[in-house]
C-alpha cells in the first residue's frame, strides 16, 4: 500500500479512470451516425485545440474567465470574511444582520439573475456581482464558525497580558480562526469559478470560456465545447491545487496526518 501513496502512483493511479472514458468516447465515435456528431472523434478535437491555441483565442479566453473569478473571489471573499468575523465578535451585528444573510443565502445564485439585470444589465458589473456573491456566502459562514469556535481560555490568556482589542484579534482570535477562515476560501474559490463559467454562458461575455462555450452550442461545434470544458478543468485543478499549497504553507504550524 505504501508504493501506492507516491506521487508518481498517485498520478497514475488518477490517470486511468480519465483513459478509459477516453477510449470509451473514440469507440461511440467510431459508430458514424448521429454518434459520430455527439461524440467528436479525439483528432478532431486534437487539431481544435491545436487551432485555439494557435490563434490566441483560448489564451485569450481563459484570462478573461480567469479575471473575472479572481476580482469576484477577492472581493465577495474579503467582504465575506470581514462580515463574518463582525457578526462572531459583535452581537449587535449578527443580530442585525445574519437573520438576513441566513435567508438571502437560501435563495439560489441563478434566482438573483432576472433582479441583477434589472439592476445592472447583463454587462461585466452582473457576471462580477454574482460570482462575488458565490464567494460571499461561504466566507461569512466559514469567518463566523471559525471566530465563534475559538476556545475563550485563549482569550482570557490574551487579557491576561494586557492585549488591547485589537492585539487580541491579531495574535489571539485570526491565528486560531485561520483553518476555517482559509476553508471558507477554498469552498469560494469553488464557488466562484464555477459562477463565473456559469454566468458566461448565460449571460455571454466578448471573451471567456463560458461564452465560447455558448457560442459553440449555438454553432453546434462539440469540438469547440469539449476545448473549452477541457481549459476550464485544467484551470479550475491548477487554481485549487495552487489555492491548497498556499494554505498548507500558511498553516505549516499545524500537525499533518498522514
Do not use: C
Request: net charge positive; hydrophobic share 55%.
Amino acid at each position: 500500500m505504501a508504493r501506492l501513496n507516491t506521487p508518481a502512483a498517485r498520478i497514475l493511479l488518477g490517470l486511468i479512470v480519465p483513459v478509459l472514458i477516453l477510449f470509451w468516447w473514440q469507440a461511440q465515435s467510431a459508430l458514424g451516425g448521429a454518434r459520430a456528431l455527439a461524440f467528436v472523434p479525439l483528432q478532431d478535437v486534437g487539431a481544435t485545440l491545436a487551432t485555439q491555441l494557435g490563434n490566441g483565442f483560448l489564451l485569450n479566453d481563459a484570462l478573461a474567465t480567469l479575471s473575472r473569478a479572481v476580482t469576484g473571489l477577492l472581493l465577495g471573499g474579503v467582504a465575506g470574511t470581514a462580515l463574518g468575523v463582525a457578526m462572531a465578535m459583535f452581537r449587535p451585528v449578527d443580530r442585525l444582520v445574519g437573520p438576513l444573510y441566513h435567508a438571502i443565502r437560501q435563495v439560489p445564485l441563478l434566482g438573483w439573475l432576472p433582479l441583477i439585470g434589472l439592476w445592472v444589465g447583463n454587462g461585466d458589473g452582473a457576471k462580477l456581482l454574482i460570482v462575488s456573491l458565490a464567494a460571499f456566502y461561504p466566507t461569512v459562514l466559514n469567518s463566523y464558525e471559525g471566530v465563534t469556535a475559538v476556545d475563550r481560555k485563549q482569550v482570557e490568556v490574551g487579557t491576561l497580558y494586557g492585549f488591547t482589542p485589537w492585539q487580541r484579534f491579531v495574535h489571539v482570535l485570526l491565528p486560531a480562526a485561520l483553518p476555517l477562515i482559509l476553508t471558507g476560501f477554498t469552498q469560494a474559490l469553488a464557488f466562484a469559478w464555477i459562477a463565473t463559467i456559469g454566468t458566461e454562458i448565460l449571460l455571454g461575455a466578448n471573451a471567456g470560456l463560458g461564452a465560447t462555450m455558448g457560442v459553440a452550442q449555438a454553432q453546434q461545434r462539440m469540438d469547440i465545447i469539449l476545448v473549452a470544458i477541457l481549459a476550464a478543468a485544467l484551470l479550475g485543478f491548477s487554481i485549487n491545487h495552487l489555492f491548497a499549497r498556499l494554505r498548507r504553507h500558511l498553516l505549516r504550524w499545524q500537525p499533518t496526518i498522514d
